[in-house]
């Protein structure tokens, strides 16, 4: 977070990380303000990547207490890039979740 140059490169890793445990409230804690930053990235890869590491993780927040708390901040986001993106799987994503949270 303290070099925001290392954004795109930590997003790029996150993207190919393979989550399989349930995403608890530390760990959103600590990802939650760099895919913040991510999401208001000017590129378009970055903002892709970044959608698909928060659906990969939204899968696995259980607690709807922890998710309202930690995910609500990535909304505005989110819907934004949804409305003018052209990728995919970011227009799933905010369809198949129904405004996505």
């Known amino acids: 977070m303290a070099n925001p140059d290392s954004v795109p490169a930590c997003i790029k890793s996150l993207s190919s990380t393979t989550f399989v445990a349930e995403v608890t409230a530390p760990a959103l804690a600590v ?13 378009m890869e970055v903002q892709r990547r970044t959608v698909v590491v928060i659906e990969n993780l939204v899968k696995l927040v259980r607690d709807p207490t922890v998710a309202a708390i930690y995910l609500s901040p990535l909304v505005d986001g989110v819907e934004k890039i949804a ?7 970011v227009c799933f994503f905010v369809t198949a979740t129904g405004g996505w949270l």
Do not use: C, Q, T
Not at 31 to 43: E, F, K, Q, T, Y
Not at 83 to 89: I, R, T, V
């Open 31 to 43: 990802l939650v303000p760099l895919l913040i930053r991510a999401l208001n990235d000017r590129s």
């Open 83 to 89: 409305k003018g993106a052209a990728f995919p799987e």
